[in-house]
């Protein structure tokens, strides 16, 4: 099983973007998240990640709140049966500094299964950034009864832009080990009917996982999955969401300009 090296408290490794995004992930009016509510990561060089560490506030994140973690020696606890959450704790560790616990979110392995989808996929550039929060009105929707068909279809056209045509839905799992282990499976399955990452897992009960390249292409999902969730609570509200057909996306996508803004959107430019 991996060993509390897996994960070191070094906060040279945490960039300016990194940080950039949590803080507007964590601001109070986008009521994305609360109190130590939401993590964030980025791929850093030799197949690590620094992500947010647990206890600490989004808005108010330093550099200090972030561990930087071993992609590869906390893979295995994604497919072990057998590994606990007293496993996942330990591995995502990086020990007490000056005083204070440091230690991975306990959402970390969902980060770290991005990664390792990503890797062997090869499309290891589409998740350079990570980001999870917990959506009041995302997380309304998918509290309720239509929680599992709700993002099944797209309902308005630029949706389709910043998050593309399919989101990947997760039925609620208990956060750490086995919502690791789920999360896991479901974006493996995905990946390899698609052979490309979802830019928005939507997770039952939780919140949501948005997916880019880039820090603004996290931020401009995370916002675009907030916006669909209130379209379809007030369509639902007057009867029910008459979407998009799979003809009307399948042209929307097809044009040359679409391409082009969704270009745009995974280099970070709007």
Do not use: C, W
């Not at 993590?39 to 947010?52: D, E, M, Y």
């Not at 290891?124 to 980001?131: E, I, N, P, Q, T």
């Not at 698609?194 to 999902?221: R, S």
């Amino acid at each position: 099983m991996p060993q509390q090296e897996t994960a070191v408290f070094a906060p040279d490794q945490v960039s300016d973007e990194l940080l950039a995004l949590t803080h507007s992930l964590g601001r109070p009016e986008r009521d994305l998240v609360i109190l130590a509510e939401g993590n964030t990561s980025q791929q850093l060089t030799g197949g690590r990640i620094a992500v947010k560490a647990s206890g600490s506030n989004m808005a108010t994140a330093t550099r200090d709140d972030f561990v930087v973690i071993d992609v590869a020696r906390v893979t295995p606890l994604l497919t072990d049966p057998a590994a606990t959450q007293a496993d996942l704790t330990a591995a995502l560790d990086a020990g007490e500094i000056g005083g204070r616990r440091r230690r991975g979110s306990i959402e970390a392995l969902v980060h770290v299964a991005v990664q390792a989808v990503a890797l062997a996929a090869g499309v290891a550039d589409a998740a350079r950034f990570v980001g999870h929060t917990h959506p009041t009105a995302v997380v309304g929707l998918l509290a309720s009864v239509h929680a599992a068909e709700a993002y099944e279809r797209i309902v308005y056209s630029d949706e389709a832009v910043v998050i593309g045509a399919s989101p990947l839905y997760v039925p609620y799992a208990q956060p750490g080990i086995a919502l690791g282990q789920t999360f896991h499976a479901a974006l493996a399955q995905r990946v390899e009917q698609t052979g490309e990452l979802p830019q928005l897992v939507l997770l039952g009960n939780h919140g949501i996982v948005a997916i880019a390249p880039t820090a603004d292409g996290v931020d401009g999902i995370s916002a675009m999955a907030v916006k669909g969730a209130q379209v379809r609570t007030a369509a639902y509200a007057v009867g029910g969401v008459a979407p998009l057909t799979d003809e009307q996306v399948t042209k929307f996508f097809a044009r040359d300009d679409i391409a082009e803004r969704r270009g745009n959107l995974a280099r970070g430019t709007f």
